[in-house]
């Protein structure tokens, strides 16, 4: 049994967040460009009380997108 092709990490949220929201992660880092002058939480935050996004997904959503941006 291959396991090479499992998810791990925040991106294992990604088909779960896509189904209980209704848009691409794509979507959602969309919003998290906006919000690169905001520290991790920050933008959290923002993803919860504005888009009413539960605290795990929104924190997956932001880790991975700040760990594809950092230089």
Do not use: C
């Not at 691409?24 to 935050?45: G, R």
């Amino acid at each position: 049994m291959a396991t090479d092709n499992i998810v791990k990490g925040p991106a294992s949220y990604f088909p779960s967040i896509e189904k209980t929201y209704g848009k691409p992660v794509t979507h959602w880092f969309k919003v998290l460009d906006s919000l690169k002058d905001k520290k991790h939480m920050e933008q959290v935050a923002f993803l919860k009380e504005q888009h009413k996004i539960r605290h795990g997904h929104a924190n997956a959503l932001v880790a991975f997108h700040r760990s594809q941006h950092e230089a």
